[in-house]
């Protein structure tokens, strides 16, 4: 289970501005745009300043661009497009009035054609350079719905007094800053369509300086929103915010604390939230707040396309690690004699477990375990496997990969949600534990976002 798609990526520009920002020339300056970085910005070598790097956000490769210094470090400087002097055929216009303040996007002026190839090359890359290794084939990759595909995520709140209105929307590029929203296009339309009537709906309650965060879920018959609240609601607020679920058809859920704090508002017993995959007759029940991939059309050819790379038969046991609610090992155990699922969120595991038994799968197990701690003594470690499928969050496997006895192991599908982590683990596996890569390509499930998914399968010399 990769968790990093809960909220809308960032760029790393930012992370070093505020530390140089009395050195920063806004002079604007000509450059030539040589490459795109692993987070969607234009990368040059700035004339004059003896070749530095300088990653410019809103440039694309091949084109010539005046640009303004908005970030100077010791080894690079950041920049943004001021204007486009000679453009790259790939350039299209932004569909999104936002592009260029919210960071929930950065490609959109990329062809959606050309964004894939430019994130199958960045794990090619990280591969390479990373790794040390590179695939026997490169897989076509794969592509979903462009446009209002995200059914999870986070928005952030904030009331603004020099705008004397509530914000509600990602952050802005620079992420001390809420952007202000009238839409997102890449949510689900029925999210996407009413962030201002969120926002003008907010701006009205008492509370509305002590909501930071909105998360949204979305099932395929029922949307959810937990409202993060950092004091109790007043009885209007509360009556508001049942009113604004009913009028919009949102099952209203409140956090006031931590995980175990969430509860529903309206309706009062909750609604079920589920969404079926129906080439394998699974259905997959879970809660507002659980992990779930965000691209509902991708997340079904993703699956598809791992148990198609890993080729289990019908008589081998498969590990399925970090299974979240069981996306993969569901589908897996319509298909072989037994799987096995292991993650590290125990309500995850139980809700895997509870999906296990609702589709009628008495051969799927579930544990609950922290991959990143000794597991060399776990009761499921010491089973035997024919294959292995893991899709951990970004900061790889590379703990469990080694402690496991990979050499029982016929084949490995590994879907990674960051290409680093992938390459290096793939290192691991090739350089020094024996395996060849197979083949290797991207997945699409955040278009219009840097974010790369991926997949890669490993067989035995």
């Given at each position: ?14 992370r ?5 920002r009395?050195r920063?020339?806004k002079?604007?300056f000509q ?10 910005r234009g ?15 809103g ?49 959109q ?6 964004q894939?190839v430019?994130?199958?090359?960045v794990?090619m ?6 790794g ?18 995200r059914?999870?995520?986070r ?8 705008k ?5 929307g990602f ?6 800053f809420?952007?202000?929203?009238s839409q997102?296009?890449?949510v ?5 369509t ?9 701006e009205?309650?008492d509370?509305?300086?002590d909501?930071?965060?909105?998360e ?17 609601l007043?009885?209007?607020d ?8 009913q ?15 969430v ?7 909750g609604?079920?939230l589920?969404f079926a995959?129906?080439?394998?007759d ?15 059309k ?6 598809a396309?791992a148990?198609?790379?890993l080729?289990?038969?019908p008589?081998e046991r ?40 609702r589709?009628?799968?008495d ?9 990143t701690?000794d ?11 024919d294959?292995?499928l ?11 990969l ?13 879907v990674?949600?960051h ?11 090739v ?31």
């Amino acid at each position: 289970m990769c968790i990093c798609d809960n909220v809308a990526p960032q760029p790393a520009a930012f992370r070093h501005v505020a530390r140089s920002r009395s050195r920063i020339d806004k002079t604007p300056f000509q450059t030539d745009i040589l490459d795109l970085s692993h987070d969607g910005r234009g990368v040059a070598r700035r004339e004059g300043e003896g070749g530095k790097v300088t990653f410019v956000a809103g440039a694309l490769p091949g084109e010539t661009v005046m640009a303004e210094q908005t970030g100077k470090s010791r080894h690079f400087d950041e920049a943004r497009t001021v204007e486009v002097l000679a453009a790259s055929p790939h350039r299209v216009q932004p569909r999104c009035p936002h592009f260029g303040v919210c960071a929930g996007c950065v490609l959109q002026h990329l062809d959606e054609g050309q964004q894939i190839v430019a994130k199958q090359q960045v794990l090619m890359d990280n591969l390479t350079r990373i790794g040390h290794v590179s695939p026997g084939a490169v897989l076509p990759p794969l592509v979903g719905d462009n446009w209002g595909y995200r059914r999870k995520g986070r928005f952030s709140v904030r009331r603004v007094e020099k705008k004397d209105k509530t914000l509600v929307g990602f952050r802005e590029q620079d992420p001390r800053f809420v952007a202000d929203l009238s839409q997102c296009l890449t949510v689900i339309p029925e999210i996407g369509t009413r962030v201002a009537a969120l926002s003008a709906f907010i701006e009205g309650l008492d509370g509305k300086r002590d909501i930071p965060q909105i998360e949204f879920i979305g099932g395929d018959a029922a949307i959810a929103l937990t409202v993060r609240h950092l004091q109790p609601l007043s009885d209007a607020d509360r009556r508001a915010w049942q009113a604004f679920g009913q009028q919009h058809g949102f099952a209203i859920y409140l956090q006031p604390g931590g995980l175990e704090s969430v509860h529903p508002l309206w309706p009062a017993e909750g609604v079920p939230l589920s969404f079926a995959l129906p080439q394998w007759d699974v259905e997959l029940a879970f809660r507002p707040l659980d992990f779930i991939q965000v691209n509902a059309k991708l997340n079904q050819q993703m699956i598809a396309h791992a148990l198609a790379l890993l080729d289990a038969q019908p008589d081998e046991r498969v590990l399925d690690l970090f299974c979240g609610l069981g996306n993969f090992t569901l589908p897996l155990a319509r298909t072989v004699r037994e799987v096995v699922g292991v993650e590290g969120e125990a309500g995850l595991v139980a809700r895997a477990k509870e999906n296990a038994q609702r589709n009628g799968l008495d051969n799927a197990q579930f544990f609950a375990a922290d991959l990143t701690q000794d597991q060399r003594g776990a009761p499921w470690m010491r089973q035997g496997f024919d294959k292995l499928l893991l899709d951990p969050p970004r900061s790889g496997a590379i703990d469990v990969l080694q402690q496991l006895p990979l050499k029982q192991f016929k084949r490995i599908v590994y879907v990674s949600c960051h290409p680093g982590s992938l390459a290096r683990d793939a290192g691991y596996l090739v350089n020094e534990q024996g395996f060849t890569l197979v083949s290797a390509g991207a997945m699409d499930m955040f278009p219009h976002t840097a974010h790369v998914e991926s997949i890669a399968v490993f067989e035995r010399k």
